[in-house]
């Protein structure tokens, strides 16, 4: 079955301690993202990788770092998390970042709260 | 600064009944519009995409495109209360760019 995953759904810690966030498609897409999204705020976008090891930032990506060593992964890793990075975090990949219609494909989200 | 601008609603629609979801943007060049739906704590699913004006059908659902006036829409054609759900608008200012989104909006459709 075509689709992204994330790991883990749920996840509560304390602010300070690293933790990534996995994402893995098996689409064999090029193009991949993370987005945050908050109460009235919407999906904001922080970093995205349009191939591997192509990354550029989003819209908010102060806090969080990524990688794309293979093509089909691309973890988000928080080095520092603070309680303003709680939110809900998803993954997302396209066949490419180009042309019209390129539909995004999203993983199921993580619930992240940072006490 | 790439906007996409909707109504946060809720939009109450009864059952059977048209819904229609506005959009606008404000980047005159933008080349791709699409439509989400986000069923709570859920991910978005493409409903339909959009780039030429005009109208596009798929099923019950309508995407209408006006570049000119920088305004997107959807029209839900018998609304279900499986409908009920936050419709995202998202935006490609560019062929080879990210997604902007619009922060949605919700529509309760009432058996």
């Known amino acids: 079955e075509a689709q992204v995953t994330q790991n883990p759904r749920y996840l509560i810690t304390v602010t300070g301690k690293k933790l990534t966030v996995t994402c893995s498609q098996n689409m064999n897409h090029e193009y991949m993202s993370w987005y945050r999204q908050d109460p009235g705020l919407g999906l904001r976008q922080i970093y995205y990788?349009?191939?591997?090891?192509?990354?550029d930032k989003g819209d908010v990506p102060e806090g969080y770092k990524v990688s794309r060593k293979e093509k089909r992964n691309f973890p988000l890793i928080l080095e520092s998390p603070s309680p303003n990075q709680t939110s809900l975090y998803f993954c997302?990949?396209?066949?490419?970042?180009?042309?019209?219609?390129?539909?995004?494909?999203f993983g199921p989200g993580t619930r992240l709260t940072v006490l | 600064q790439k906007e996409v601008e909707q109504n946060s609603g809720p939009l109450s629609v009864p059952e059977g009944a048209i819904a229609s979801l506005n959009c606008t943007y404000s980047d005159r060049g933008s080349q791709s519009f699409f439509w989400y739906r986000q069923y709570s704590g859920k991910s978005p699913e493409l409903i339909m995409f959009i780039y030429s004006n005009g109208d596009k059908e798929d099923g019950r659902f309508t995407a209408q495109l006006n570049k000119a006036s920088q305004y997107v829409s959807l029209l839900i054609r018998d609304s279900q209360p499986s409908d009920s759900a936050t419709y995202l608008c998202a935006v490609k200012p560019q062929e080879y760019s990210t997604l902007t989104f619009g922060k949605g909006t919700m529509l309760l459709v009432s058996p």
């Open positions: 990788s349009m191939n591997v090891e192509v990354t």
């Open positions: 997302a990949s396209s066949l490419y970042s180009g042309g019209a219609g390129n539909e995004q494909f």
